[in-house]
T-cell receptor
Framework: DQQVKQNSPSLSVQEGRISILNCDYT??????FLWYKKYPAEGPTFLIS?????DKNEDGRFTVFLNKSAKHLSLHIVPSQPGDSAVYFCAASVPGNTGKLIFGQGTTLQVKP | KAGVTQTPRYLIKTRGQQVTLSCSPI?????VSWYQQTPGQGLQFLFE???????NKGNFPGRFSGRQFSNSRSEMNVSTLELGDSALYLC????????????FGPGTRLTVL
């Protein structure tokens, strides 16, 4: 039962352009969403999060949008840089389900110089 | 502030053996969660500890266990290792609430031969 889905395994963009990574979920009880970036052989690095009571959160080059009616969130990276090349995971948590994040399968982003 | 640390970083064991992995959370964080990452299953939640008590558990067999000490450091143990236990084991720490952001360590790469 894949409650969090990242349907695009990979994405390639040109340096300086916008990268849009998408995530869909099925559980309407999710109340908190996060994006992580991961390099091979390292742990995930937290990027940005959003509460279910909001529809947008911005932090520097990173913006996360949440569309609850569509059960969809997206991460926008503007402008994209070669150092952004990594695997991006979206994750979600359920109230009361302490300490447990449910992850998507990840999207590999390649930013070309 | 120091990040989450995990030891050892790499481990090779043979089937039937047992293994203990260690995790030191960020100072002040009291919740420690453990995850298994494999190519086929992605990031899967194992369990979460808070104040030396297991608060939440994922869908893994009883061979996987853990504990937390009074200083919030945590260990996980896998007994009777199987080939399928080969994975990257990640721990993450957070303050208290389920909506607190989890910060991950670099992981322990376990190979079972």
């Amino acid at each position: 039962d894949q409650q969090v889905k990242q349907n695009s395994p990979s994405l390639s963009v040109q340096e300086g352009r916008i990268s849009i990574l998408n995530c869909d979920y099925t559980n309407s009880m999710f109340d908190y969403f996060l994006w992580y970036k991961k390099y091979p052989a390292e742990g995930p690095t937290f990027l940005i999060s959003i509460s279910s009571i909001k529809d947008k959160n911005e932090d520097g080059r990173f913006t996360v949008f949440l569309n609850k009616s569509a059960k969809h969130l997206s991460l926008h990276i503007v402008p994209s840089q070669p150092g952004d090349s990594a695997v991006y995971f979206c994750a979600a948590s359920v109230p009361g389900n302490t300490g447990k994040l449910i992850f998507g399968q990840g999207t590999t982003l390649q930013v070309k110089p | 502030k120091a990040g989450v640390t995990q030891t050892p970083r790499y481990l090779i064991k043979t089937r039937g053996q047992q293994v203990t992995l260690s995790c030191s959370p960020i100072s002040g964080h009291r919740s420690v969660s453990w995850y298994q990452q494999t190519p086929g299953q992605g990031l899967q939640f194992l369990f979460e500890y808070f104040s030396e008590t297991q608060r939440n558990k994922g869908n893994f067999p009883g061979r996987f266990s853990g504990r937390q000490f009074s200083n919030s450091r945590s260990e996980m143990n896998v007994s009777t290792l199987e080939l399928g236990d080969s994975a990257l084991y990640l721990c993450a720490s957070s303050f208290v609430q389920s909506t607190d952001t989890q910060y991950f360590g670099p992981g322990t790469r376990l190979t079972v031969l």
